[in-house]
């Protein structure tokens, strides 16, 4: 009586009643719910019965009811691997375009997720990873709040002493990892290693192959990790051994290490020496005068970091003198393990988003998206191939399958291809794993051993199955069976549109992820040619370590020019490539009131200018004549527009350094030198002549000379003069180059991914023009016939694709404009946008689909109409 | 009580399908507990009393004629067994010499 009422209950529910109820108890309770609905529907609200026909089959999900028919599924079961198995061997074509983009999307999400979970499990080797802290301090500094991580050492002998309730174990360390030269027996090797307070080791947990954690007790220890010991020692046990640091001291190995994983901070730490032992002699761990040290906690286990953080917040104020205190405000904070590597990243006192937390989201949204092309590829395909099935799906239903039965059918043809793409991407990731451990500079192993990763898998694939099967599944299954087996096609079976709908997404993916890899490369290749304000070609630099050299200065110039490969050298506090230094309290004439800004501070020999190719743009260079005796200063340009000079030559500077002021005449200004993150704009510098010895050596090797030559005969010489330092020089353009890595990195890792999505988009293509050609054969080959050219032809049916991508290229460059400019605002020094990228991108993507679909069009072109018109 | 022993959701289940003598099926149950009762049961919970009372022999069911209606589906209706009868007596007489023995005092005492 109800039968043609419009309103039915939810079908969704009603299967999936179906499915899961017991099969002796569906048909009587199925009345009973349709029942229900029907007197519900004459006492209430459609919405309202639909909703209690809802809550009904809800309550129906419970034990006594719910009943799987095993031995009826797993008939049907075999019977669906069968079929599968058979419907995918017969279109090799149609499997083999699936399982290629399937398994390339495989091998990018699963290269990606092992990338991120490294990412994500940074420290976690130690074994306090959960309670250790670093104690971190904002305070205003030319009216922004900076945050600093390098603190007094007078704080964290205070942190130990007054808060020990709070911390269980205090320890400072050295702020960075510091090259020195260690020796046995005549050999020398420059490593770079930490100091830190004895309870350092306990710490973070540092993992002993010999000796114990309390080895930093004795200050004149060392401890060695496991790689240094057997380069140092080999075979024979390093304890006890004393090794002698930068040709001066002995230090006795209480220790070996196991060498830190390479996603733990301190990864790289060769040795560990004790920080009292180094402070000996020119400061004590109880000053406050001097920010030196990184403080390190290991928290009680009452204690939370909020808590903790809170409690030490002002724990400054004692020890610093009111005025300063005041102008700074220093408020300290401890900021989790957990949070070093990814959140650690502060701007005006605030936590922004890290620039390594940025490409684990750039890549990690790409490569959902290349997941969803090879998705969209198999939809595509599935849909486009129905007409091919539909005599077999009406047929079916004819004969009495029920929708859920062709739904598990298609979806089982799905999981099997999935499968296979999954087997076959496992082998390709294990291929590619290496190649992609160099491109991010990782260590990743595909961790076939780890049960975790076989859980992740299965549900991978089930997800998959159900992104990439499910809609096919119930389009093709929806098809009435009398149309279905006479082959017409209208309405909602007609998917023409939606496929069209699919190639603008995957193009518009591909073009974006395109021209964003374009822009990234532009933007790297315009920094890289900035002008750097000196020549750092042939230019080498390295700390020699050894206080043999310190005297030595001169003797060593000469005899480095002596080989005739040197054209100049010259020493400085810091290397080149840093903006390490930085003063403020300088006064000159004009200053306005207020106005104290920092200048990075570089002392030089006077030879520096001449080493590196520093431009002059007024005044003189250094000279070791003209500046004996005097205070003289050279400014970098931005600094004298900083300080506002007009004619800066003989204007004099004051600047008070530890109670002594001094005044210093400026001889000359050089042009800017990019010292600092070359994206960044230059940091204005002050540079001192001095005679002293500095640690920093630079060599400029003659631009004709050839380098397999010169290294040697110029180790060589430096060796005759000062034998206890190793010649470990390293290419100032090699550091340079270094500071594009991370942007780099974004680049390769796009360029790749840009690669691959492209590939999938016109596998897709490829598979889906195969079918359409297919569809027009007949009217093909009756044009032909009836006179149509070659070319009238191929025009008519890649017109069609041609628009699709003329549409992608529409959606693709409006948000590729904005998400690119949003990403080049982090940039001081910044490229435009190019509109020849664009072009490039949009024709060469054209280019492409012209060629794929070409490729199966014109051999339908080209086919006798004869072989394909006689069919009926 | 021991092996007869039935809960009280099950009792008025066993006697609602008593009262309505062989026509009683799923929606005719839970029909004559809303009327009856005043008590608002769903299907699903019906269902697994009936189910249940089935298994441990309480009740027997049959088929009806299939109908237009219901989206021609049978109904199932369910009959009372004769252990179904016994469980039912013995839970009756449990609850009548309990009431027999209370002494009328203690319906004094409360306020």
Not at chain 1, 59 to 66: E, K, V, Y
Not at chain 1, 279 to 295: A, E, M, P, R, Y
Not at chain 1, 343 to 372: D, M, P, Q, R, W
Not at chain 1, 708 to 727: D, S
Request: proline share 3%; glycine share 6%.
């Amino acid at each position: 009586m109800k039968k043609q009422d419009p309103q039915h209950p939810p079908r969704l529910f009603l299967f999936f009643f179906r499915w899961f109820c017991n099969e002796h108890f569906l048909e009587d309770i199925e009345g009973d719910l349709l029942e229900r609905f029907d007197s519900d529907l004459l006492n209430m609200s459609v919405k309202r019965a639909k909703w209690r026909f809802i809550k009904n089959v809800l309550f129906l999900f419970r034990p006594g009811i719910i009943g799987f028919t095993y031995h009826h599924n797993a008939w049907l079961l075999t019977h669906h691997l069968k079929i599968s198995f058979r419907v995918l061997s017969k279109n090799k074509w149609y499997t083999a375009v699936n399982v290629t983009g399937l398994s390339t999307a495989l091998v990018v999400v699963c290269l990606i997720a092992l990338w991120v979970q490294d990412e994500l499990s940074y420290n976690r080797n130690f074994e306090h990873y959960d309670r250790i802290v670093q104690v971190y301090r904002n305070e205003n500094s030319e009216g922004q709040t900076s945050t600093n991580l390098s603190q007094m050492p007078g704080l964290g002998t205070l942190l130990k002493t007054d808060f020990e309730p709070v911390f269980e174990k205090v320890a400072m360390v050295r702020s960075r990892p510091e090259d020195h030269v260690l020796s046995y027996d005549a050999t020398h090797f420059t490593q770079s290693g930490l100091f830190m307070e004895a309870e350092g080791p306990h710490v973070f947990s540092l993992e002993m192959v010999e000796g114990s954690r309390n080895g930093l007790d004795n200050l004149q220890s060392i401890l060695l990790s496991k790689s240094t010991a057997n380069k140092m020692f080999g075979a024979t046990s390093a304890i006890n051994q004393v090794v002698q640091i930068d040709g001066q001291y002995q230090l006795t190995v209480t220790g070996v290490y196991e060498d830190l994983p390479k996603n733990s901070v301190f990864y790289g730490a060769s040795f560990i020496a004790s920080l009292e032992w180094y402070v000996k002699g020119w400061t004590t761990l109880d000053v406050w005068d001097n920010s030196f040290v990184h403080i390190y906690g290991q928290l009680r286990t009452n204690q939370s970091v909020s808590m903790a953080s809170k409690g030490i917040e002002g724990a400054m104020l004692e020890h610093m003198d009111e005025a300063q205190f005041n102008a700074r405000q220093p408020k300290l904070f401890l900021l989790p393990m957990a949070d070093w590597h990814l959140h650690s990243t502060f701007e005006n006192g605030k936590l922004v988003t890290s620039a390594k937390l940025k490409l684990v989201l750039v890549v990690g949204v790409i490569g959902v998206f290349i997941v969803l092309l090879a998705c969209t590829n198999f939809i595509n395909l599935s849909t486009a191939s129905a007409q091919n099935r539909a005599k077999e799906i009406g047929l079916r239903k004819t004969l009495g399958s029920i929708r859920f039965q062709l739904v598990n059918q298609f979806l089982s043809e799905t999981f099997i291809l999935v499968l296979l793409s999954f087997a076959l991407s496992l082998v390709l990731v294990q291929v590619s794993i290496p190649w992609f451990n160099q491109l991010s500079d990782k260590q990743l192993i595909l961790p076939l051993k780890e049960l975790y990763f076989w859980f992740a898998s299965v549900a991978l694939l089930f997800v998959l199955t159900l992104l990439a099967g499910s809609y096919p599944a119930f389009v093709l299954s929806s098809m009435r069976p009398i149309k279905a087996i006479k082959g017409q096609f209208n309405g909602k079976y007609n998917t023409v549109n939606l496929r069209k709908g699919l190639v603008v997404f995957q193009f518009s993916v591909s073009l974006m992820i395109i021209i964003g890899t374009l822009v990234v490369h532009d933007q790297i290749a315009y920094v890289k040619k900035r002008d750097m304000g000196y020549e750092k070609s042939g230019l080498i630099s390295f700390q020699p370590g050894s206080p043999a050299y310190f005297s030595q200065f001169q003797t060593l110039r000469h005899e480095l020019k002596q080989t005739g490969f040197v054209e100049e050298i010259a020493a400085a506090n810091y290397p080149i490539t840093t903006t390490r230094g930085n003063n403020s309290g300088f006064e000159w004439e004009g200053k306005p009131d207020q106005f104290d800004p920092s200048f990075n501070t570089i002392w030089v020999t006077p030879e520096y200018g001449a080493t590196i190719g520093w431009q002059v743009r007024q005044g003189r260079d250094f000279s070791r004549v003209l500046d004996k005796g005097a205070n003289n200063i050279i400014l970098t340009e931005s600094t004298r527009v900083k300080m506002g000079l007009e004619h800066p030559i003989g204007a004099v500077v004051q600047w008070k350094t530890g109670g002594e002021e001094a005044r210093y005449t400026i001889v000359g200004v050089v042009e800017d030198m990019v010292k600092g993150s070359p994206f960044d704009p230059v940091k204005p510098a002050i540079i001192f002549p001095s005679l002293r010895e500095l640690p920093w050596l630079f060599i400029k090797v003659s631009e004709q000379s050839d380098f397999t030559e010169a290294l040697p005969a110029i180790g060589a010489a430096f060796n005759k003069v000062i034998p206890e330092a190793p010649f470990d020089y390293k290419f100032v353009s090699d550091q340079y180059n270094a500071k594009f890595q991370s942007e780099e990195q974004i680049g390769q890792l796009t360029g790749v991914l840009a690669v691959l999505a492209i590939f999938i988009s016109c596998l897709g293509l490829l598979g889906l023009i195969s079918f359409v050609v297919k569809q027009k054969t007949k009217e093909i080959s009756i044009r032909k016939v009836l006179g149509a050219s070659v070319v009238q032809l191929w025009h008519m049916v890649s017109k069609e694709f041609a628009i699709l991508v003329l549409f992608s290229f529409v959606v693709a460059v409006p948000t590729a404009v904005f998400i690119l400019t949003t990403w080049l605002e982090q940039f001081a020094y910044k490229t435009e946008i190019r509109w020849n990228i664009f072009a490039q991108a949009g024709m060469g993507t054209m280019a492409l689909v012209l060629t794929t679909i070409s490729f199966h069009l014109l051999r339908s072109i080209f086919t006798n109409p004869v072989d394909t018109l006689k069919e009926e | 009580m021991g092996k007869h022993y039935i809960g009280e959701f099950e009792e008025i289940v066993l006697l609602t399908v008593a009262v309505l003598n062989g026509k009683a099926y799923g929606l005719a149950i839970i029909e004559d507990l809303e009327t009856r009762q005043n008590r608002s049961v769903s299907i699903g919970a019906i269902q697994t009393v009936l189910r249940r009372m089935e298994d441990k022999g309480y009740l027997s069911s049959a088929f009806g004629e299939a109908t237009k209606a219901r989206g021609g589906k049978r109904k199932r209706f369910f009959s009372i067994t004769a252990a179904g009868y016994k469980a039912l007596e013995s839970k009756k007489d449990a609850r009548l010499s309990l009431w027999d023995s209370i002494p009328n005092l203690s319906f004094n005492t409360q306020p």
